[in-house]
């Protein structure tokens, strides 16, 4: 099982600030590896696919990058609606697994 | 409006079974690979189980030891998942969650449901 872990579990930034979220796998997942947004109460968000390719309707400002077993999401100017939890999701391999998840929060 | 509603969640006592539905609507059931999430409280998302298009090939993960099992209707746009021998760490909000378009199934998910809740208890 490839094992996806994600840091920091917690990362508090002002709203304007850049976000940078990391996701390792523990094995090469290739570029098989997606990006979810999820609000309080709500489903997660498809946000990026194929580590870098924004999903529809996804705003620039984020946005995904990296290869093998780093990656990382980027949020170039965090909006108030962008204060939520991350999961990375690899689909490489079964079983698929997430990440942990980051909560960014505001500082 | 392309969208997943899942039902059948409730409370259950541990060692009983409950069998989750979810309607699509807004796209070509049959065309698309279809899985199930769940997310206990507080925790995060876990794959639960998945089906192609077709139905002809099911996975699952392996915490789940054959007691789950994925199926799907297309003459009644239907996913489904029946859960026997529950247990108290079966409590989560299981979401219905669709492929994206293309020729493979690529098994990450770009629609979600609004998900329901299972609670195993006593």
């Known amino acids: 099982e490839k094992v996806m872990t994600q840091s920091p579990a917690t990362l508090s930034v002002s709203p304007g600030e850049r976000a940078t979220l990391s996701c390792r796998a523990s094995?090469?997942?290739?570029?098989?590896l997606a990006w979810y947004q999820q609000k309080p109460g709500q489903a997660p968000r498809l946000l990026i696919y194929?580590?870098?390719t924004r999903a529809t309707g996804i705003p620039a400002r984020f946005s995904g990058s990296g290869s093998g077993t780093e990656f990382t999401l980027t949020i170039s100017s965090l909006q108030s609606e962008d204060f939520a939890v991350y999961y990375c999701q690899q689909y490489n391999n079964w079983p698929l697994t997430f990440g942990g998840g980051t909560k960014v929060e505001i500082k | 409006e392309v969208q997943l509603l899942e039902s059948g969640g409730g409370l259950v006592q541990p060692g009983g079974s409950l069998r989750l539905s979810c309607a699509a609507s807004g796209f070509t059931f049959s065309s698309y690979a279809m899985s199930w999430v769940r997310q206990a409280p507080g925790r995060g998302l876990e794959w639960v189980s998945s089906?192609?298009?077709?139905?002809?090939?099911?996975y699952y993960a392996d915490s789940l030891k054959g007691r789950f099992t994925i199926s799907r209707d297309s003459s009644k746009n239907t996913l489904y998942l029946q859960m026997n021998s529950l247990r108290a760490e079966d409590t989560a909000v299981y979401y219905c969650?669709?492929?994206?378009?293309?020729?493979?199934?690529?098994?990450?998910?770009?629609?979600w449901g609004r998900g329901t809740l299972v609670t195993v208890s006593s």
């Open positions: 969650v669709k492929d994206p378009p293309g020729d493979s199934p690529y098994w990450y998910f770009d629609l």
């Open positions: 194929g580590a870098s």
């Open positions: 089906i192609t298009g077709s139905g002809g090939r099911t």
């Open positions: 094995q090469s997942v290739n570029t098989n």
